[in-house]
């Protein structure tokens, strides 16, 4: 009879592709992985993986037993999840969740906060998003969950929606040019910053490239968290989430003006998949994430 310790290791390795993502998803040491591997191949009396340019490749009994193993893993899993509880006030478990620098701005305080209410001692990290990626973390585990764009939603990863999000502008509140409205003309004729479209925000741009129009950009940054004082100190603009704008107005020398054109609005969500290692924890974790800030 095979260790149920191996299997999962099995899996794990067969859906991240490597020994490291599949220490990093069990939460084990490399070497732990690499002796369950090697246990696995004297049993099974076959390589199961090799090595490439690609990661970890199955062999062709690795991949027929690949659904097996992950089936049965599953059932028994879930059936002792059924029966087992999840204490967030003694959990001393990491969690991880991808957040773009916004929403490290905007939403890690509140999360933090409740973090320290609920589960005063489990360890969160959050990991830059990377919508190139955000499907591939999800469905191996190097998350457990993500907060983003709703249109950027993997086809096979679930999804709650937390509330929907307009665009605006912000602007220096000593600009000397743009008063409380702007017009289409001077939206394009003044100079702008862009962040980087990686974190998701690219509606804004697909909307001008659609219509043939083409803003003056003459800063291109990574992080949305320079932009207060970018923006407050320069007559440049900068067009971001109307909850994020109002935020940076309220603590810098800048205002929020409307749009002078029309940009479908955006549904911030829950993004995760089911990790039925330890599926009572995730599902915790993203019911703690939703219920904190769906009322923001």
Known sequence: MIDLNLVRVFVTIFETGSVSGAAERLHVTQPSVSYALSRLRTLLNDPLFKR?????????LATQLYAKFRYSLSEIERAIAQTSHFDPRVSTR?????LSDLGEVFFLPYILQALQQQAPQAELEVIQIDIDKLGEWLKTGKIDAAICNRSELPLDAN???????RYVCLVSAEHPRIGETMTMAQYLEEHHVVVSAVTGHHVVEDRLREAGLERKVRLRVPHFSVLPEVVSSSDLLVTLPARVARMFASRSATRVVELPFAVPHIEISLQWNDHDSDILAQRWFCRLLKDTLMDL
């Not at 490439?52 to 062709?60: C, K, L």
């Not at 999804?159 to 999000?165: M, N, S």
Request: charge should be negative.
């Open 52 to 60: 490439s340019r690609d990661g970890m490749q199955p062999t062709f």
């Open 94 to 98: 990491g969690f991880r969740l991808a």
């Open 159 to 165: 999804c709650d929606l937390i509330f929907d999000e």
